[in-house]
């Protein structure tokens, strides 16, 4: 993965993943979509992601060759091989190209019982096959007043981290995602001064790591984020919103500036 050491300053990165929106047939007309805006991120030194789901991988691979962007993968097992029925492998998923495994949502957790141990072993896993783990972190208590609410985040979201610091080696690049659970899907992002609160504190739990260490906001993010948010976060986690390539080619431009 493209990127500046853990001493120099942090490249942008931005990206998307698609969930379970699109077909495969829409996966690929995206993907050539974004493989035709992907030069202006590249030129701007900032690193862009595409999470398809899994059937979508090989072709949307071979769909973004040439390009600069990267492709990720929506989850994976924490073993490398065996009866796990319905699984995907770290290992395989790198023999297919995969340069960044999504780990740790909040639907994951929801709706499959995922826990802070899961994500990370899953997390350490990826890191043991070559592959940068993204975690999602993020929580889900919303605060009614701001000091406070800044106070119930990051008490919420250091389990989550130290549970990933303690599991991936010192030196592995992690992608941290903070995405608020109660402002994802939310008709607008979570609050600027918030977010830029919970996550320099966050990266202060992963201070003094020999490890590239980069995190993004996600919760509705979109065109006119990122401006709010850049003394805490080094890019964003598109959703919905990027559904729209041209709104993807918005962000860009405005993370260039």
Known sequence: MSSTSAVGPRRKIVGTSLKMYFDLNKT???????????????????????????VSLLPVKDALKGTEVQLGAQDAFWEDAGAFTGEVSCKTL???GVSIVELGHAERRRLFGETDATAAKKAAAACRNGLVPLVCIGEKTHGKIASQAVGMAIEECRPQVMSLLQAIPDDAELILAYEPVWAIGAAEPADPDHVVAVTQQIRKMAEGRKGLTRILY???AGPGTYDRLREGVDGLFLGRFAHDVKNLEQVIKEMSD
């Open 28 to 54: 690929l007309t995206y993907a050539a979509d974004l493989a035709d805006i992907s030069t202006h991120a590249s030129t701007n030194n900032i690193d862009l992601f595409i999470i398809p789901d899994f």
């Open 94 to 96: 790198k023999q297919a």
């Open 218 to 220: 996600g919760g509705s």
